[in-house]
Nanobody
């Protein structure tokens, strides 16, 4: 069983920055692909960003490219999402997810463990 715990969400004004983290535990090998998804009220969960096992490959939702950066520290078993130039449309619960493969994926069905989510609210 893998536990993923997100932290760092909060309230920020449009144009501001926020960083969220996801700490993993419970698995002997943490060097697997990780991703961030988000879900706004009344909407489906959507892919935001993903990173492969060694951090050399990343993928982003088009609307966050150039504003968000996903990174990881395998020694700390932690994945980060740095969010800059935030917009009200970025308001959502952000979830981190883990999948048992080294390569990244962008579909929620490809991920088998999920965190509880952290709220990010961007005011206009």
């Amino acid at each position: 069983q893998v536990q993923l715990v997100e932290s760092g969400g909060g309230l920020v004004q449009a144009g501001g920055s926020l960083s969220v983290s996801c700490a993993a535990s419970g698995r002997s090998n943490y060097n697997y692909a990780m991703a961030w998804f988000r879900q706004a009220p009344g909407q489906e969960r959507e892919f935001v960003a993903a990173i492969n096992w060694n951090g050399r490959n990343t993928d982003y939702l088009d609307s966050v490219k150039g504003r968000f950066t996903i990174s990881r520290d395998n020694a700390k078993k932690t994945v980060y999402l740095q969010m800059n130039s935030l917009k009200p449309d970025d308001t959502a619960v952000y979830y981190c997810a883990s999948r048992p493969y080294y390569s990244l994926g962008s579909r929620s069905g490809e991920y088998d463990y999920w965190g509880q989510g952290t709220q990010v609210t961007v005011s206009s």
